[in-house]
């Protein structure tokens, strides 16, 4: 998938409310939640004990909702590029929902719509909404609303 890319505000007002998206799929396998666990420090069983967590409410052990959310750059970058501005940072989550597990060796993939554009004293705030879907899922793995400052030159 080639991403869409925005060079001027007035390319993302006009984008507010459109579709972005999906992106391609990525397989999140026990090797991914292992590493997350180690880099966050949040060995729970149900994550990173397959033994334990084939006897669990799951059947299997299932990705922290963290490293779900954290895929987020991963997929955001397949979906747009913003190409304007000095600098771009990540200002932070406004919401983040986790209707559903994500069990190992799921398929997840991203869809994207900038949802809000506001001035504010740092400069542009550009709110987008990802949904995370699992294939074959009834619910979207996570739903989450970030905030990208669009630092002005």
């Not at 666990?37 to 967590?53: K, L, S």
């Not at 987020?72 to 190409?83: E, N, S, T």
């Not at 989450?144 to 630092?151: E, F, N």
Request: with cysteine.
């Amino acid at each position: 998938m080639t991403a869409r890319v925005f060079a001027s505000l007035e390319e993302l007002e006009s984008a507010l409310d459109q579709p972005l998206g999906p992106g391609d799929w990525l397989v999140v396998d026990q090797e991914r939640i292992d590493a997350f666990a180690d880099a966050t420090g949040d060995h729970q069983w149900i994550h990173v004990d397959p033994e334990r967590a084939a006897a669990g409410p799951f059947g299997r052990t299932i990705a922290h909702g963290y490293l779900t959310l954290s895929l987020i750059p991963h997929f955001g970058r397949q979906l747009f590029r913003l190409d304007l501005g000095q600098a771009r940072i990540n200002y932070g989550v406004d919401k983040a929902r986790f209707p559903s597990p994500v069990p190992v060796g799921s398929r997840l993939r991203a869809q994207a719509v900038f949802a809000g554009l506001r001035q504010t004293a740092a400069g542009p705030a550009l709110t987008t909404r990802y949904t995370i879907e699992i294939d074959g899922g009834r619910k979207p793995a996570c739903v989450a609303d970030t905030i990208t400052l669009v630092l002005q030159g």
